[in-house]
Every structure is written in C-alpha cells, then in structure tokens.
C-alpha cells in the first residue's frame, strides 16, 4: 500500500518586492498618471519614496505619460457684471482620492480665456496675452505687436498655446490671431518664448469669426468658423501660414447645428455635428486642392437616448460647448445640464446642473508631478 503524504495546507510566501532600483523605476513609470498614484506609491517603503521623490524620475514619468495627461477638470466661464470681466472657476471631474480641490487653481481674474494645451492656459488682456500654468501658477505675459494694437476697440482676438518641448520645459509657443468688426480679413503671428520675439503678420481673408478654441491635429490647428458657410481656418505650424478650409455640402449641417473639430483615433481631423437630440462622427476626412473638407460619417448617437433624456421636452436643444483634444472628451450643454462624453466609449458624466454658463474649458495636466 503507497502511503501519500499529506498535502501542506501553508500558503507560500506572499512574493517580495524587488529591490532591484532600475526595476522598480520601469515598474513605477507605469502606474497611471493620476495624482494620486506616486504619492500613494511613496508610502510603500523608504526606498519608493526616494525613487518616486527624484526629479528625474519625475521627468521620466511625465515624458512616459506626455501623450496622455489626465482631465483634471474644466473652468468654466461666467461674465461678472460687477468686476465687468470674466470669472473662471475649476470643477473637478476626477473621483477621490485623485479629485483635485477646485480652490487649488485661481484663474487670473482679469482677461478672457482663450484655451488650454499641454497644461497651459492662454488669456488675452487689453493688449498682452497671458500664458499661465496652473499647476505651478507661473504666469507670463506678452505684449502684443504694434500692428495688433491700433484701434483695439474694433478688434476681436483669439488664440492658441503651446509647449515648446525642443526649446525646455518653460518654453511655449503662441498663436495670436486677430481681425476688425468691419473686415474680414484675418491677421495671425507666432510668439516663440525662447526668442522672445514675434514673427511676421500673416493675413487670409475670411468668412466669419472663429467661434471655438483650437484643436490641434499634427502640426496643424484648426479653428472653428461658421457663417453662411461651414468651415475651419487652418494654421499650419511648420511654415506659418493660414487657409480657409470650408466643409463639403455633402455634409449635413442645417442652421441650428452646431459643429467640434475633433481629433480622430488615428491622428486624423475629424468633426462632430450636433443637431437637437443627435450627434453625428465624422472621420477619415481628405482636404481637396480647393480647400474643401470631406469625410466619412462614422457613428450616429441618439443624445436623448444616451443621456437618458425625453427628446421632447428635456433635450429641445443641445450644443458642443467644450473639447479636450488628448482624452477626446465632448462636454455637451442640454437644457436639463451639462454632460461630459468620451467619444471612444461613449461613457458619459453629468458635470453640472446650472445651463447658463456656455464657455467649458478643459483642463489636463500632471498633477502635482
């Protein structure tokens, strides 16, 4: 008779952390960039907190994740009538322990926000724009070139910003683009912070104002314009010019539509049209020689039935008032509040019940890394 021996009932031993640093700094670097993964990292042993605490390994961390920072939240814009100038207050999306207080950040009081890119905001203020960086509440501020000024009170100015990682981690880039209520012909210039200096006023004729903030697509932004005609006006980086781009008739856009540049999967330009109750995704757009933009319709989502809502009476009307390029999220205004969506998977947040204020701006960075 072959007598077994007794099965050992003793859990094995829990495996042990390495100890090796290269390891555990290729280990660290991929924990989600959220706020509160390194500091919850840095409670393990004293040896994470030395590794998590280093600033290069900070650096690291940020270069590993530089492609998607996390939505921190969004300000939203509200005219005083007191002050007569624009208040902008943060509202946290994230959940806890990663939810960011929303009196940590305090927007300059002065001046109308034009945009955030790469954790930066653009402000523009009598006759300076306003680059500042929440996270560090670093502010600096450029006068604009002598032709921008002349009769400012006829002209109307918009924006972008940028990090300019070539130059350092302080550098940044700025695209200033102006026009006067009586013409249309748009004017536009490029900052760059390590020169100091302006570069050469461009000028495009035009066919409206730029209604929205800028989407960036490779080298190129896109700034909305609707009048009459749909389109966008494209500013190309890389040799700083601009083009009209209108939008195919093919395209189904009726006069209460409203429009989003978007930032597609694969890198690409697309658009949202919003009409009542429904959004439209369009994708895999070409820009013919005669600057006219085609695309595929891609989805079709039903708001109404997304979001829960009766068509009838809860969602009569909706519009696209924000858009963060990097995680693809769309913040919809309805008359029953504010949604915020993930254009992937369709996930969708109500971040605020008060549909009086229109202007959402998306805010996403590293934080406090």
Not at 120 to 139: S, Y
Not at 217 to 226: A, E, H, M, R, S
Not at 293 to 318: A, F, Y
């Amino acid at each position: 008779m072959i007598k077994r021996r007794p099965t050992s009932t003793l859990e094995p031993p829990p495996a042990s952390l390495p100890d090796n640093e290269d390891i555990l700094r290729d280990i660290l670097l991929r924990l989600p960039p959220l706020p509160s993964s390194l500091p919850r990292a840095s409670l393990v042993s004293k040896l994470w907190y030395r590794i998590v605490s280093d600033p290069g390994f900070r650096r690291r961390f940020r270069a590993h994740h530089h492609k998607a920072p996390p939505l921190l939240g969004f300000f939203s814009a509200d005219f005083d009538d007191e002050l007569e100038t624009d208040l902008h207050v943060f509202t946290p999306t994230l959940r806890a322990p990663d939810r960011i207080p929303p009196a940590r950040f305090s927007c300059p009081s002065k001046g109308s926000l034009l945009g955030f890119r790469h954790g930066l905001a653009l402000l523009e203020c009598g006759l300076k724009a306003i680059v500042w960086d929440p996270i560090t509440n670093h502010q600096c501020s450029v006068d604009f070139p002598p032709e921008f000024n002349a009769n400012r009170q006829m002209r109307i100015y918009f924006g972008a910003v940028m990090r300019d990682d070539s130059a350092g981690s302080n550098s940044f880039k700025l695209v200033m683009l102006f026009h006067t209520v009586f013409e249309r012909t748009m004017y536009a210039s490029v900052y760059e912070s390590e020169v100091g200096k302006w570069g050469e006023i461009i000028s495009t004729q035009t066919f409206s104002d730029i209604f929205k903030p800028s989407v960036m697509v490779g080298n190129k932004l896109y700034f909305l314009i609707l009048y009459r005609s749909n389109g966008f006006l494209q500013f190309d980086l890389d040799n700083h010019s601009m083009a009209v781009i209108q939008m195919s008739k093919d395209i189904p856009i009726t006069e209460g539509s409203d429009v989003q540049a978007l930032r597609t999967q694969d890198g690409g330009l697309g658009f949202a049209v919003v009409s009542k109750h429904r959004m439209q995704l369009w994708g895999k757009t070409v820009i013919s020689g005669d600057n006219v933009v085609r695309g595929e319709l891609q989805k079709t989502i039903e708001l109404d039935q997304l979001l829960s809502l009766r068509p009838s009476t809860d969602i009569d009307q909706s519009s696209v008032i924000g858009y963060d390029e990097v995680s693809n999220m769309i913040f919809i205004w309805t008359t029953m509040g504010v949604f915020m969506i993930q254009l992937e998977s369709m996930k969708f947040t109500k971040v605020c019940e008060d549909t009086s204020i229109r202007g959402y701006f998306p805010f996403a960075s590293f934080y406090p890394c």
